[in-house]
């Protein structure tokens, strides 16, 4: 069975960080490209950031700078760390992986929310 578990989301002031982790099980293959999607209330769910196995990156431009995606290939595991976040950066963030041609995730984790506010 496929999984994708998320931990590490909260509630953080503006100008704090928080640190997102997700472990891809099951049958997710080493050469997925891993990544994390958000959705703010009542918006469009939005790429922020993935990496390829071969440690690639690509960001959102609204995060570029702040936050930095990294993975450890030997235990299939992707992470998200966030710094100076906004209020804007509130949502519910999706840890994904998908086919390194793929434009869009095959596969979901349950979401993780993640609140700033003061």
């Known amino acids: 069975q496929v999984q994708l578990v998320e931990s590490g989301g909260g509630l953080v002031q503006p100008g704090g960080s928080l640190r997102l982790s997700c472990e891809a099980s099951?049958?997710?293959?080493?050469?997925?490209?891993l990544g994390w999607d958000r959705q703010a209330p009542g918006k469009q769910r939005e790429l922020v950031a993935d990496?390829?196995?071969?440690?690639?990156?690509n960001y959102a431009d609204a995060v570029k700078g702040r936050f930095t995606i990294s993975r450890d290939n030997a235990k299939n595991t992707v992470v998200l760390q966030m710094n100076s976040l906004s209020p804007d950066d509130t949502a519910v963030y999706y840890c994904t992986a998908r086919y390194p041609s793929a434009t869009r995730p095959h596969y979901w984790g349950q979401g993780t929310q993640v609140t700033v506010s003061s």
């Open positions: 990496i390829t196995s071969g440690q690639s990156t």
């Open positions: 099951g049958s997710i293959p080493r050469f997925y490209v």
